[in-house]
Nanobody
């Protein structure tokens, strides 16, 4: 079992940047595809970005392309989400998620067995 703990959320003005971190427990982090999702009030949880365990490439939602960057440090059991040029519509609770050996369907919540508690990101206009 993997425990995930997010950090780095907060309040930022539009156009600003935040870097989220997600620390994972355990020794098998490198075997997990790691994803970031977000959920705004009254909306479904949506995919933001994924970094597959086999690292052939990274994946982004259209809303994140060109502004967000997902990265991981397997030695530190940590995945990051660098968010630049933030917009008010990026405001949400951001969750990291892990799926062991997940090699397809990165965009759906069902592929990820482990979830963090979430960190709030608020972007003011």
């Amino acid at each position: 079992q993997v425990e995930l703990v997010e950090s780095g959320g907060g309040l930022v003005q539009a156009g600003g940047s935040l870097k989220l971190s997600c620390a994972a427990s355990g020794r098998t982090f490198s075997t997990y595809t790691m994803g970031w999702f977000r959920q705004a009030p009254g909306k479904e949880r949506e995919f933001v970005a994924a970094f597959p365990w086999n690292a052939d490439r990274t994946y982004y939602a259209d809303s994140a392309k060109g502004r967000f960057t997902i990265s991981r440090d397997n030695a530190k059991n940590t995945v990051y989400l660098q968010m630049n040029s933030l917009k008010p519509e990026d405001s949400a609770v951001y969750y990291c998620a892990g799926g062991r050996y997940l090699s397809f369907s990165y965009y759906g919540v069902s592929g990820y067995a482990y979830w963090g508690q979430g960190t709030q990101v608020t972007v003011s206009a």
